[in-house]
């Protein structure tokens, strides 16, 4: 205590009481030390610390979840990648089916020409030319059964007009 404190209480005796306390101990208010402060501080990191652990075990887990998925990404990719390199030789394909097609179509007309040809010769010459472009159409489109030109009728004499005279 200080020292004038003790004269005070000296000099109005108000040290003793009956029960040999002091009574101005328990007149005086409540001290406020800096304790309180320092708790709430404290209580506040506490609930932070809490928060910020609770936040980062969620993206953990979810971290782990993604990641047990990535070899079914992986396969997904792999496929993706296996279809776009089929698309990137699409136009090439077209093209290939495209000329195929008038292959055959040539090959359909040849056969009609075939048909009214009047020499042997001739006749051979344009059986050997189908031949060519049924083989050429097989290399245009390789996965793609070539639609087979029309054989040439057995007896093309009787689709013909009469032969004209040999000069």
Same mark, same amino acid.
């Given at each position: ?101 008038? !292959? @055959? %179509? #040539?090959?359909? +007309? ?7 040809? /009047?020499?042997?010769?001739?006749? &051979? ?7 060519? !472009? @049924? %083989? #050429?159409?097989? +290399? ?7 639609? /087979?030109?029309?054989?040439?009728? &057995? ?8 032969? @004209?005279?040999?000069?």
């Amino acid at each position: 205590m200080l020292g004038t404190e003790k004269k005070v209480r000296a000099l109005h005796d108000l040290n003793r009481t009956d029960e040999g306390q002091s009574d101005f101990a328990s007149d005086a208010p409540a001290k406020h030390d800096g304790n309180t402060p320092a708790l709430w501080v404290a209580f506040i990191a506490v609930i932070v610390v809490m928060v910020a652990y609770f936040a980062v075990d969620y993206k953990l887990t979810n971290l782990a979840d993604t990641v047990k998925t990535l070899p079914a990404l992986e396969t997904k990719v792999g496929v993706m990648e296996t279809d776009l390199a089929k698309l990137k030789d699409l136009p090439a394909t077209v093209k290939n089916m495209f000329i195929s097609d008038q !292959m @055959a %179509q #040539l090959s359909l +007309m040849m056969s009609r020409l075939t048909a009214n040809l /009047e020499s042997d010769d001739q006749k &051979a010459v344009a059986a050997k030319a189908q031949e060519l !472009m @049924a %083989q #050429l159409q097989g +290399m245009l489109a390789p996965a793609a059964p070539a639609p /087979e030109a029309p054989k040439a009728p &057995a007896t093309p004499e009787a689709h013909q007009a009469p032969a @004209a005279p040999a000069q």
